[in-house]
Nanobody
Framework: QVQVVESGGGLVQPGGSLRLSCAVSGSIFSIKAMGWYRQAPGKQRDLVATITGGGSTNYADSVKGRFTISRDNAKNTVYLQMDSLSPEDTAVYYC??????????WGQGTQVTVSS
């Protein structure tokens, strides 16, 4: 059974940075397109960024130029580097397959809070 475990969230001041990690076990990870998603309180879960098995990336307009998605296939891990954070980025962040692939069971996510 595939397990997805997100980590790296926390409390950060506006303008700060965080790096999220997502470890995926039990899957043919290296060829799988992956994505980061986020869900703010009272809102739907939105796609933030995707990365293909070959390393091609795509970003939501709201994070373009501030967030960077990357992957280490040897470690079955996907990362999300988040810079210039603003309070609007506050949400629970999840990783999973890219939306054009079958989803794994969702993990617990990792909370990111941007506040002074």
């Amino acid at each position: 059974q595939v397990q997805v475990v997100e980590s790296g969230g926390g409390l950060v001041q506006p303008g700060g940075s965080l790096r999220l990690s997502c470890a995926v076990s039990g899957s043919i990870f290296s060829i799988k397109a992956m994505g980061w998603y986020r869900q703010a309180p009272g809102k739907q879960r939105d796609l933030v960024a995707t990365i293909t098995g070959g390393g091609s990336t795509n970003y939501a307009d709201s994070v373009k130029g501030r967030f960077t998605i990357s992957r280490d296939n040897a470690k079955n891990t996907v990362y999300l580097q988040m810079d210039s954070l603003s309070p609007e980025d506050t949400a629970v962040y999840y990783c999973n397959s890219a939306p054009w692939c079958a989803f794994y069971t969702w993990g617990q996510g990792t909370q990111v809070t941007v506040s002074s």
